[in-house]
């Protein structure tokens, strides 16, 4: 059974840091996309961060020299690093893996998901 298990969320003031984590298990993802999504209260739940397994990667424009998503294949975890956290981040976030190995933003492409982790940013 694939299971995708996220980590690190929490409350934070505006221009503070949380590095979130997600650990995969039931089968490896090393040649897989893995990203991030997130969900605000009252939103749809919108794309945040994506990474193939070679290392490129996409961010959605407002969070772009804020926040980095990087991976390990061999732990097969992947990692979004956010910094200069805005009350509008607040959300809570989903680790999602995709079967395919294109840079995909759309959540229609990933096939797994997290249970998700909150993440509340104050003002």
């Known amino acids: 059974q694939v299971q995708l298990v996220e980590s690190g969320g929490g409350l934070v003031q505006t221009g503070g840091s949380l590095r979130l984590s997600c650990a995969a298990s039931?089968?490896?993802?090393?040649?897989?996309?893995m990203g991030w999504f997130r969900q605000a209260p009252g939103k749809e739940r919108e794309f945040v961060a994506a990474?193939?397994?070679?290392?490129?990667?996409d961010y959605t424009d407002s969070v772009k020299g804020r926040f980095t998503i990087s991976r390990d294949n061999a732990k097969n975890t992947v990692a979004l690093q956010m910094n200069s956290l805005k009350p509008e981040d607040t959300a809570v976030y989903y680790c999602a893996a995709a079967l395919g190995s294109y840079l995909y933003t759309d959540q229609m492409n990933y096939d797994y998901w997290g249970q998700g982790t909150q993440v509340t940013v104050s003002s």
């Open positions: 039931g089968r490896t993802f090393s040649r897989s996309t």
């Open positions: 990474i193939r397994w070679t290392g490129s990667t």
